[in-house]
């Protein structure tokens, strides 16, 4: 039976609308990626986060970021590998330690931003990160592009990678995301991206912006939380993958898996 | 045999005389309370705060604090019980994945500035803290003024407590420390200073500033490393109780010591 | 013909939920407290704020706060007075140069959240503050309640002095509101508060919590954008206000004003 | 009569060990860039280095960085030059309003680390910074490196410019700083540095690391200060310029200057 991860970020916002955004998507998905006060976020946001991860069993992640709050971690920052190993460790050990007093279990890393985006064609980024995860927890999985520089890292070291895929992007004929500068590069119409999310899961293929069909194994898909209208189309997304046969669940580490 | 552990704080600063500064203290000390990043500090002192913790075999102890930078941590915050359980916890959580990535263990937990003087009198501060250190691992120690709210809470909650003392304060008659505003709260003489720690640890007493004699149980004491000529007096500190014959270790836990 | 200005914070979050109910709120006011980065905000949102200003032609205020991003600026922190003066100081300038490169005025001050509170009762905290506002440009005029240190400071120190009131706060019968900790300290009903609003301008007026009517004398009257609702309330409030033949402006510092 | 302007960065720790440092290093320069709480420093330090430079006579200038703490500011961040703009601007108002009220005078502005590095070969960043300096006050000058985009950008826009030179840093045959992370790059010795000190002065050149004569007209010397003997460093450079017949003071804006 076919299954996906949907996965949103959570607890990038103080504030009671965005709040209740955050509660919305945590409906829809099966993993969250917690903000870690680097980019956003705290400990108070934190505590609220895994305690609603909790309570409609949404696995936990940790959204470790460059250390940049007035750019949200989106802005690249040409840090040291050493820099960004001991930037993310601090991260996930922040974050673990409100899993652990609530019982709960950290399960995945997914670098944030900028840090993402580094990491996915920089080795010395990328190995940085796999390292930090791996020798805090060998055990955590590590989300990240198909094909990329950190997806490799991660493998190389032996720690558990789940692929991430994005229906409401436009890609490239190698796979990769066509660029946000580029015009149709993000997707608005709920059904085609709906309808996107299904076949990449039901055929782990995906039809480029020139019209090839490119194979793209995700194992986990990405919904946007923080856009008018967003929770609407996630929901929609949820539907149609449901309506499909497929269930939604996280990342399994089955043999069959393949890893 | 008698003993006294000594402590001082550790990665308060990223400048270099400020690290020349900490690495003779650590010579000296047998635990060591290190910045988490909210007073001051980040990943990066934190990192080799650590690494230098492990090579001289000294205890590593967090060193929460309010978050306040600009001040230091030197500030009464009138944060809520919640606030300053996350606020502890994230910290804690942060310091100790240092320590897993190098297989070494967090001992102890030593807040710090206007946090460890509010937890000392106010007991929902007291409370929260113990709790997020026994929350966090109930085999953390947690060090706090004898006789204070803290000690007391954290005996409540059942974790190991070490009671802090200070040779280079004045003390009451009831034993609290003399406040900095008043003539003579600090003393400077490193004879005097020295002979008032060889008393605290053989005789568990100490002359108050009126000339009373009081009865204070130390087993820790805390060495001040920021001060110019700091690392000079606490050299002679801890000559004069190896003279003496009190050995400088970490706090003990064994049934004798009578906790 | 009667006349009242209305105020509301600006700036206080980079969403583009928030950013977009800030521009509702500024269509309603005629004055803007902008966040200056020390309790939320920073170079980007000041930016957006000071520009929205000009273009919707209300009066730029700066809103300074205690340095506590993690509570909002919401908790009292024991700053010296000197500490408040170069934090006040700090975040006026820091404003100040935005408007200057487009030629627009700074006009007043509202400390924020615990700052404000702590100086309205407290006379060293309300003189540091009045003396930062003086000292960067005396024709600064500053927000405060009525009967207040803080505006006791500013009157003594010569600056033009705001008096600002609430209709949507309970007052108690010495004019001052009732905490937020007690029930029906805060009034939902949009009708109730905007007839509060129009009497507070017409009459100076307003009935207490205990049904007794209390002189109370505002210049200002301050508008909440960051609940659920509060847009559509807001407008009522200002559609009352119109509807009663009192006009909405800054507050004007005309002899016959009394000041 | 040959003069040069001497300049050291100021305020950027708050240790008592730094403190003292800043304060031999002001005995010796004509001016100081003041950090302004990107990179270091903050309210309390800001206030302190404008009285110390009132007291002794130093030019006072704003020294802007990236937002990076805990980089120090020394590590490229893609910020677009909006936000780079915003940023110089937010730290040039925050550090004038100290000036403005003990009624000293903003001089200059320097940026810092990564930031002087990026707009000397950039042309979108320098005109930034160059736009932000001139519309707050286009009587500012800007220190920047002979031959750089920043330098080229302050010159289009009208402002006034400084050009900067090292006496203890090898340069290429194109005048270019050599990268620090080549051997050699750092010179120590104190009597090599302070002639070539005095050279730069009287004949505007300086012998590249491959023995070329190299033109360089610089009209401000950097002295570090924050490097163990710095101060003795300066000491010893000072007096050789002194004893050339060189008069140390703040840049002139004399025509004679050819500015």
Redesign the interface.
């Known amino acids: 039976m076919p299954s996906i991860d949907l996965n949103a970020d959570l607890g990038e916002?103080?504030?009671?609308?965005?709040a209740a955004?955050d509660h919305a998507m945590l409906a829809l998905v099966s993993s969250a990626n917690i903000a870690c006060?680097f980019h956003a976020g705290?400990?108070?946001t934190?505590?609220t986060a895994v305690e609603r991860c909790v309570a409609l069993n949404v696995a936990i992640g940790a959204h470790p970021s460059y250390?940049?709050?007035?750019?949200?971690g989106r802005?690249?920052?040409?840090?040291t590998p050493?820099?960004i190993y001991?930037?993310v460790?601090?991260?996930?050990?922040?974050?673990?330690?409100?899993c652990?007093?609530v019982a709960a279990r950290l399960r995945h890393v997914k670098p944030h931003g900028?840090l993402y985006n580094h990491a996915a064609v920089n080795t010395d980024a990328a190995d940085a990160i796999a390292r930090?995860v791996h020798?805090?927890n060998p055990d955590l999985a590590l989300f990240a592009p198909p094909g990329s520089r950190l997806l490799a890292a991660a493998d190389r070291i032996g720690i558990f990678t789940v692929p991430e895929v994005f229906a409401d992007r436009a890609v490239n004929a190698d796979g990769t995301l066509v660029s946000r500068r580029l015009a149709g590069a993000v997707l608005h119409d709920p059904a085609i991206v709906a309808e996107r999310a299904v076949r990449m899961v039901l055929q782990q293929t995906v039809t480029s912006m020139d019209g090839v069909e490119v194979a793209l194994a995700g194992k986990t898909l990405c919904l946007h939380g923080?856009?008018?209208g967003a929770v609407t189309r996630a929901a929609t997304l949820r539907q149609a993958l449901e309506a499909a046969g497929i269930t939604v669940a996280p990342p399994s580490r089955d043999h069959d898996d393949g890893n």
Chains 1, 2, 3, 4 share one sequence.
């Open positions: 916002s103080a504030t009671a609308a965005d955004a006060g705290g400990p108070y934190i505590a250390p940049d709050r007035s750019g949200f802005r690249f920052l040409d840090a050493d820099e001991y930037d460790l601090y991260q996930i050990g922040a974050l673990d330690a409100f652990r007093v900028a930090a020798d805090y923080d856009a008018p």
